[in-house]
């Protein structure tokens, strides 16, 4: 696993977070992977934390120390993929 | 544990608030938080600061008395908390619709809140997006918006620099009272901690924490479920909610709409709101679905027909995300700011229903007040926990 000391690294490239962001939110207190959302956004756009949750994961662990189990996933919420509005009135949905 | 002066049960947008008025005001402050801060309510909903979905009198005072010291705070505070005061749209269907938005209107300039009518010419010029056949609207221009988790995140990075404590992931158990009955400790997973106050800010699981004094707290989860959209294009320029939102949320605003069979059995009102993230927030329904917090594929269906509604080229915008949240639902629609008669040294701030972002601020500022026993801003005793009791007491 490679170390994160470029805090001017992207992490979740959708919301444009940083490494340096991210463990900000540790320093205030975030202890898992919905902490760090809810105070970067990381994991929020459109992608849903497909490419970052693992990147972020990894940034908890190295700050914290922390086994995985602590760290947890982010919350599944639905739409499984992103879907229109007219699609989704239809009553047309996955 | 050690001994705190005052302690704060939950760490949503009213907690935080009251943490931070409370060490304010010089008090020595430990806040408990079952989960993280922000992880119940206040981390599910939209981010609107609004004086346009009150009532006239004390529901439209506090909105209005919170938007201004967020107005304040914006400029004190060191945690942004994205404060942005852009005004908000009502819109209309009906030229029966219209009539009552009018009376309503006018009720609150009378009373001195920057509210007035547009026209139908005057809606699209500022909302272009809107359907072409809506009639009209009312226009306050006070409202604004703020990143609701973030306002939690300010008031707790505040609190702390006036030396309050705050402890996640430390639910509260149980609380001592000593034998004349007046709070003596609250107990918790981490330890007891000695206080001669508690405030129960846990929103719609402050019953649970009622119980734990032997009080019954009349608060009830209505859930609201939101779709986010994609990143886009302005498709609109500020909060705008069709006026048969007011008639979701209160029962007394006599006019029906003609809605569809889903849009009503789930009780839906078009809601928007851009975020500083260029996402929109589209919204919602109240419903009494007990604590349940996952979305419905029904529901999600109406939220989305009653938009494209109102805005047709939501149409072929994605959806990202949805989510559901719990509104602190009160039957009179008014929180419980208050300290409890029957248990000295016990507070309730609790019961925002669908406001408690718009109110957090002032809710924090009238609780330290209450607390150290200096004089309201205002008259709040419509706020009182002793309401219920007399509501009781008048229909036995
Ligand atoms: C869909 C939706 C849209 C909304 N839109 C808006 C809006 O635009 N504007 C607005 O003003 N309001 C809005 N609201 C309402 C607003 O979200 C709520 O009124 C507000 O978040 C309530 O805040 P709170 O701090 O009282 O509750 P919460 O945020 O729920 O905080 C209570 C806290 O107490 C904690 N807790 C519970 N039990 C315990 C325990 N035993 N020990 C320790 N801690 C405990 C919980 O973990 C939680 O963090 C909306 C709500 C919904 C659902």
Redesign the pocket.
């Known amino acids: 696993m490679s170390a994160f000391h470029d805090d001017d690294m992207l992490v979740c490239r959708c919301e444009e977070v940083t490494v340096g962001e991210i463990k900000e939110a540790i320093r205030q207190g975030a202890r898992d992977v919905t902490g760090i959302k809810r105070r970067t956004r990381a994991g929020m756009g459109l992608c849903q934390g497909r490419t970052c949750e693992r990147l972020v994961q990894q940034i908890l662990r190295q700050e914290l120390g922390t086994v995985p189990e602590e760290i947890g996933a982010s919350t599944p919420r639905p739409p499984v993929r992103p879907i229109t509005f007219g699609t989704l009135a239809g009553g047309d949905s996955e | 544990m050690k001994a705190f002066d005052t302690v704060v049960?939950?760490?949503?947008?009213?907690?935080?608030s009251v943490a931070y008025h409370l060490a304010k005001k010089g008090l020595n402050v430990a806040v408990?938080?079952?989960?993280?801060?922000?992880?119940?309510?206040?981390?599910?909903?939209?981010?609107?600061?609004?004086i346009c979905d009150k009532k006239p009198g004390i529901d439209t005072k506090l909105g209005y008395e919170s938007i201004m010291l967020y107005k304040k705070y914006a400029q004190e505070f060191s945690y942004d908390f994205e404060f942005a005061q852009r005004g908000s749209i009502y819109v209309c269907e009906t030229e029966q619709e219209l009539e009552v938005a009018r009376e309503y209107a006018k009720a609150q300039a009378d009373d001195g809140y920057p509210m007035r009518m547009m026209d139908k010419h005057e809606i699209h010029e500022v909302e272009p997006n809107l359907a072409d056949d809506l009639v009209g609207g009312i226009w306050t221009e006070c409202d604004a918006?703020a990143t609701?988790m973030a306002v939690?995140f300010a008031f707790i990075e505040e609190a702390k620099k006036l030396g309050a404590k705050v402890f996640t992931q430390?639910?509260?158990?149980g609380i001592k009272l000593d034998e004349k009955g007046h709070v003596e400790a609250a107990i918790?997973d981490k330890g007891e901690i000695k206080t001669k106050r508690i405030i129960n800010?846990?929103?719609?699981?402050?019953p649970?924490?009622g119980k734990m004094v032997g009080i019954d707290i009349p608060i009830k989860p209505?859930?609201?479920?939101?779709l986010i959209t994609e990143r886009t294009f302005n498709i609109v320029n500020r909060?705008i909610q069709e006026f048969g939102y007011m008639l979701s949320k209160f029962e007394d605003v006599n006019y029906t709409r003609k809605v569809s069979e889903l849009v009503e059995k789930h009780n839906v009102a078009f809601?928007i709101?851009p975020t500083l993230s260029d996402n929109c927030i589209v919204?919602?329904c109240r419903e009494f679905v007990g604590y349940d917090r996952k979305n419905d594929i029904e529901v999600m269906q109406a939220l989305a027909e009653r938009a494209i509604r109102f805005v047709p080229i939501l149409k072929d915008v994605n959806v990202i995300r949805a989510?559901?949240?719990?509104?602190?639902w009160v039957v009179d629609h008014l929180p419980i700011v208050s300290g409890v008669e029957e248990v000295p040294g016990f507070y309730i701030?609790?019961?925002?229903?669908?406001?408690?972002?718009?109110?957090?601020a002032i809710t924090g500022k009238l609780m330290s007040q209450i607390v150290v026993g200096e004089e309201t801003d205002f008259n709040i005793d419509k706020l009182s926990f002793s309401r219920f009791k007399k509501a009781k007491t008048a229909t036995n």
């Not at chain 2, 049960?9 to 935080?16: E, L, N, R, Y």
């Not at chain 2, 430390?170 to 158990?173: A, G, L």
């Open positions: 049960v939950g760490a949503g947008v009213i907690g935080s408990i938080e079952r989960g993280d801060i922000a992880s119940g309510t206040s981390s599910s909903c939209d981010a609107s600061l609004l918006s609701p939690a430390c639910p509260i158990k918790t800010c846990a929103g719609v699981w402050s649970e924490v209505r859930q609201g479920q939101i909060k809601v709101e919204g919602s989510y559901a949240g719990l509104r602190p701030a609790a019961g925002h229903e669908g406001d408690g972002i718009s109110m957090a």
